[in-house]
């Protein structure tokens, strides 16, 4: 655990004192990627070969739960990176994989697409052959680190072959690739989230992460259960944020006509001790789903579709309460409250949604198959 005294600093020294600022001005926390990068932190899941930490899902989910805890719009920047670099580090160059183990080169995902919208697994932008080059062509609804990620880990149909889907390392220079238009977005407003479009873009075929038409079991074996227990981590960092200020909140508001507290009130403290036991439950299952993962447990599909689904939900009843204990308070944004209810809304609603994630789950207790 040598890396969390390093994080830990960054957290309260980088990250912390320019939270409220980064959500303010949709400002892209570059500095503290930068600083992230150089102490070697998003090259935390690359393997020690190419220079990286050589650490895995259990430390990925502490650095990403505790930048979350102060700035959750960076915790998902670092969330998606952690997820492009599960891809590269299993199909990409070594020279990438080097690029990013050293924090020069900060990745994410371009997935989900205006055209099967979050359906991620079945993207309906083409790759065409052209010789030794395939051209792209597709419109992405929101890539996290838009138009500020060195790379993006890109999906299309399949250029020739059977199959859903292709994957693609996009290089961030490359012509052909823009951005249609900022998105000024409701809650993580740092994390520079915003549609991407490819038109004509020309890649070398050599740039194919995978097979042609075999992405989807890289996207399901591979990455969900990655994205799922690191957004799962954000959201239980967004709510210990909000528990710890609710409380701070109440025990130090004074109803000075009776002598005491709004934390003197039952009402409040059922409410806080409701929040608190969703806050544990949603902590226990992320928890269970990386001690499911480490044993190989049978039900380790069914956890990483729960603990998405779970977390996300728990934390917008848990932001809610904090919302509502802290009354008119809570409005202000100096409080610090609001911004982690407004953050909170996009795991529920990031791909797979919970309402998807509720069909998977419903379909595999029933026994019937999930992706069929
Ligand atoms: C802050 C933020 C960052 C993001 N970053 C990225 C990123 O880095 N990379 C990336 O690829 N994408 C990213 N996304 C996009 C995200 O993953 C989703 O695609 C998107 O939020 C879902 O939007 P949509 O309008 O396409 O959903 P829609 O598919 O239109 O969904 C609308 C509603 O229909 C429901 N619904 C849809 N299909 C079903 C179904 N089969 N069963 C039941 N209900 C269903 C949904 O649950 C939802 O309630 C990001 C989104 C946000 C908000």
Known sequence: MSYLPKLDLIVSETIAPVAQATDRD????????????????????????????????????????R???????TAMVVCMHYCGTTVLEKLGTESVRKDIAAGRHLTTLAWSETGSRSHFWAPVGTARQDGDFAILNGSKTMVTSAMEADSYVWSTGPMAAEGVST?????????????????????????????MTATDLRLPTSAMLGVDGGAFDTMIGVVL??????????????????????????SASKLEHMGSTLADLPTIRAYIARAKIKADMARTL????LAAMATGRADTMLRVMQVKAGTAEAALEVTDIAMRVCGGA???????????????RAASIMAPTSDVLYDFIGK????????G
Do not use: Y
């Open 26 to 65: 949709s400002a892209f926390p570059r500095t503290a990627i930068d600083t992230l990068g150089k102490a070697g932190l998003l090259g935390l899941v690359s393997a020690k070969e190419v220079g990286g930490m050589g650490l895995g899902l259990p430390e990925a989910v502490q650095v990403v739960e």
């Open 67 to 73: 930048i979350a805890k102060v700035c959750p719009s």
């Open 167 to 195: 994957l693609w390392l996009v290089d961030s220079k490359a012509a052909g690739l823009s951005e249609p238009k900022f998105f000024d977005g409701l809650g993580l407003r740092g994390n520079r989230s915003s549609p």
């Open 225 to 250: 259960p990655v994205f799922a227990t690191l957004i799962a981590s954000c959201s239980v960092g967004i709510m210990d944020a909000v528990l710890d200020a609710s409380c701070a909140h109440v």
């Open 286 to 289: 992320r928890d269970d789903t």
């Open 330 to 344: 809570a409005f202000r944004k100096d409080v610090g409250i609001e911004r982690f209810f407004r953050d909170a």
């Open 364 to 371: 595999a207790v029933c026994g019937m198959p999930v992706f």
